[in-house]
C-alpha cells in the first residue's frame, strides 16, 4: 500500500515563494505527481517526477528524492490565482495514489 | 477536441435508490478511473479499468460496481444508496502509450451526489 502526507494548509503573501512538502510510504513507485485543484474545479495537471532531482516549468517546480519518499513542490512569484488545493499523488501498480490535499491561501 | 465528460453533474437521491453516474471519454484511452473526494480524505481509489471487460477494485470499492463495455465509457453505478456516499465523484482516464504507470491522468468535471 501506500501513506501519503502533506500539510493541510499553508498561507502565503502575494509575489512570495511557498514549498509545499510531501512524504510517501509506497511498495510499488513508479513517479510522483503534482496536481492543481481550484474550489469546486477538477484537478489539473502540474508536474511529474520519476527520477530524482528537480523539474522546473516556469513558475513551478517540483523536486524528488526516491530513497527519501520525499518530494516538494515549489510556488514562486505567488499570483492571486495560486490560491488553490495542491494534491501529491504517487503512482504504482498501474495505478495514481492521492495525499489529502494542501490548502495554499495566497493573500494580498 | 477530445474529452471527458460527466452526468450528471449534480444528483440528489434517497438511501436505498440504484444511481449510475456516467463517464465518457473521447481520448481512445485504455485506462479509466473512479474517484471519490471527501474533506480530508482527498481522492480516493473507487474502481477502475485498464481495457474493455476489465475491472478491479480501490481503496474504497464497497457499496460500488463499474462495468466496461468499450473503450469509452465507465458507468459507476450505487446498488444502494448511503449516507456515507455523499461525495464528489470524479472520472479519470489516461493514456495507454506511455505505459499503465506513467502518464498523467485527465479528470472529467465531478459529480456531486447526496444521498438523503
Known amino acids: 500500500g501506500q501513506n501519503i502526507d502533506q500539510p493541510t494548509e499553508m498561507t502565503a503573501t502575494e509575489g512570495a515563494i511557498v514549498q509545499i512538502n510531501c512524504t510517501y510510504q509506497?511498495?510499488?513507485?513508479?513517479?510522483l505527481f503534482w496536481y492543481q485543484q481550484h474550489a469546486g474545479e477538477a484537478p489539473t495537471f502540474l508536474s511529474y517526477n520519476v527520477l530524482d532531482g528537480l523539474e522546473e516549468k516556469g513558475r513551478f517546480s517540483s523536486f524528488l528524492s526516491r530513497s527519501k519518499g520525499y518530494s516538494y513542490l515549489l510556488l514562486k512569484e505567488l499570483q492571486m490565482k495560486d490560491s488553490a488545493s495542491y494534491l501529491c499523488a504517487v503512482s504504482g501498480w498501474g495505478k495514481l495514489q492521492f495525499g489529502a490535499g494542501t490548502q495554499v491561501v495566497v493573500t494580498p | 477536441d477530445a474529452e471527458i465528460t460527466q452526468s450528471p453533474r449534480h444528483k440528489i437521491t434517497e438511501t436505498g435508490r440504484q444511481v449510475t453516474l456516467a463517464c465518457h471519454q473521447t481520448w481512445n484511452h485504455n485506462n479509466m478511473f473512479w474517484y471519490r473526494q471527501d474533506l480530508g480524505h482527498g481522492l480516493r481509489l473507487i474502481h477502475y479499468?485498464?481495457?474493455?471487460?476489465?475491472?478491479n477494485k480501490g481503496e474504497v470499492s464497497d457499496g460500488y460496481s463499474v462495468s466496461r463495455s468499450n473503450t469509452e465509457d465507465l458507468p459507476l453505478t450505487l446498488e444502494s444508496a448511503a449516507s456515507s456516499q455523499t461525495s464528489v465523484y470524479f472520472c479519470?482516464?489516461?493514456?495507454?502509450?506511455?505505459?499503465?504507470?506513467?502518464?498523467?491522468?485527465?479528470f472529467g468535471e465531478g459529480s456531486r451526489l447526496t444521498v438523503l
Open positions: 509506497t511498495s510499488g513507485f513508479n513517479g
Open positions: 479519470a482516464s489516461r493514456s495507454n502509450l506511455a505505459g499503465a504507470n506513467t502518464g498523467e491522468l485527465f
Open positions: 479499468s485498464y481495457g474493455v471487460h476489465d475491472t
